[in-house]
């Protein structure tokens, strides 16, 4: 028996099984993007083609216009392989901020001691803390994000295989 698959010909065994394993139509291999760079935290825009992986990854909406999944997605590359952020619902792609000093917890608290929650409007969305005010006083409440071996909040990435 044989079996046409990219434009040859190929004999298979009786009873035997081919399978085939088909990217995305559109899609590009991701291993390229990092095989030079063990690692890069410079974040890169998303290639055009890599956009309906990317879509699968974060489960965005077919509808979303390719371009914005373009413009709302970056890549890294972390272990020889790309890892993609996007940056929908306030999520930060850039290194996390994992100071126990906030200049703008502190600023919050000052205007409104004994806040038991100070807004990420305040910290910024890159903190890994979760802040309040003891008094005037801005403090660590608690962790609420754990950092990748790079420094990055490790649940806004996802490796591209």
Known sequence: MRIFHGGFLMPVAAGAFLVLQMAPAGA?????????????????????????????????????PAALVQKST???????????????ANLTCGKANTSRKS????????????????PMAATGHDTIYQ????GKKARVAQQIADT??????????????
């Open 28 to 64: 590009q291999p991701a291993q390229p993007l990092c095989a030079a760079k063990a690692d890069d935290d410079t974040l890169q825009p998303l290639p055009a083609p890599l956009v309906p992986q990317a879509r699968a990854l974060f489960g965005l909406s077919p509808e979303m």
């Open 74 to 88: 970056v890549y890294r590359c972390m272990n020889g392989k790309a890892w993609l952020c996007n940056s929908g």
């Open 103 to 118: 200049p703008g917890a502190a600023s919050f608290c000052k205007e409104n001691p004994g806040a038991s929650v100070v």
């Open 131 to 134: 802040w309040s005010c003891s």
């Open 148 to 161: 990748d071996p790079r420094g990055f909040i490790a649940v806004n990435w996802k490796p591209l295989e």
